[in-house]
């Protein structure tokens, strides 16, 4: 029965195509001939709440209706898609010119290849690179830089303080630091960095390793002592060659004899001293020259009774380092704080495989109030150099304290952080009468106690 019909008259009729399909449970979709002429034509099956089929609904569209619709609205989708290509094309030139501008003009073939070139030349350069977005984020970081700082290639899109331990090293890179050619120390490495901001708000940053130079600097630093102190000796020996020469002209031969036997005994002693105390040959080797050069300098090298290092040392030129970098800091602090008595004590001894040197001087001391700060990279508490050179030895703590920009303030940070690496530490306190006392803890640095431990009384006597 037809509920609806363009033709008034039909409606109430029944429809003219069969509903049986669609009594028969199917849906049934298709374009056919009826009153309506050329139609499209829908039958389903109508079913009652408990899914019996208790009838069917057809509904048609005549063709013409969808033709005559399709046609009537193909004008405004014309004008839709043409405003859409014009949007499109707008919007395409505006990001071309955008990327032109980005890219520098460099086409879209030369991206690939000049990316390539940047990963190689990035990844085979000597120096370190690690950029930074505008938030603090590391960017990019190169095989150098990681190996430099520590870091591993994960660490993009971390930020410094997530990937580094807090120190002057991360306060550089972060631009904490003004200044450039800056000096730090990571791990045991000696670096120089600089700083550079970019247009979006991001920095890079350079790394070059100065450890090897800083080493370099060092012995030459020794090596000007050691021509110093044998100019100062060629003069004792002047003298006491003429000293000899006048005794044998007065023919008192067994007053000279006696006097030459003395000097011999004198340089021996001292020597076997320390090689009786000090069993590692490196060690010992240290302190026979440092004691010479000392002493050039109107300075005593003495050697504490309590001092007994067993010759199981697992890396000697670890405790060389340390040990070299507290005298020539306490000579530096003792030669500006003259003194009735200057002398400078070294003391080195063993508990089970921990190695423990404390060098105390008479010089002005340290106030409390740098005795952090004298262990930072770039603090140093010499005058700045009047030669133009950098001055790269230790820092003496007599003075007043600068910070350094270049090529100073490196001696007692290296001295540090080479005890943090063993797990120990670096302090200094107030020497009873005036003066310093550097103490460095160094757990590990002996092999196994094959000899006795031997405890000291504050006398310095073994028990």
Known sequence: MRWSHTTTARIGEHVS???GEALSGREVLQIDVGTLGRSARAKVPLRSRDGRIIGAVSVGIGYGSVRDQL???VPRLL??????????VLAAIAVSRRLR????GVAFADISALLDEREAMLHGIREGVVAFDRHGRIRLINDEAGRLLGIRP?????TLEESLPPGRTTDVLAGRV?????LTVSGTRVLVANRMPTEDGGAVATLRDRTELELLGRELDSTRGLLDALRAQDHEHANRLHTLLGLLELGLHERAAQFVAELTNTRRASAEQISERVHDPLLSALLVGKSAIVAERGVALRISPAT????RVVDPRDLVTVLGNLIDNALDAVAAHPSPTPFIEVELRAEGTTAVLRVSDTGPGVPPGMREQIFTEGWSTKRPARTGFPDSG????????VVSPRGRGIGLALVRRLAERYGGMARVTARAGGGAVFTVVLPEALTGDDTPTHEFTAAGESR
């Open 178 to 182: 003004d200044g450039a050619d800056l």
């Open 394 to 401: 230790p820092d003496a703590h007599a003075g007043p304290a």
């Open 308 to 311: 007994l290092l067993p010759g």
């Open 154 to 158: 994960d660490a993009t899109g971390r």
């Open 101 to 104: 501008r980005r890219t520098h």
């Open 79 to 88: 004008l839709y898609a043409g405003a859409a290509l014009g949007v499109g």
């Open 71 to 73: 046609l009537a609205a």
């Open 17 to 19: 195509t069969d509903p």
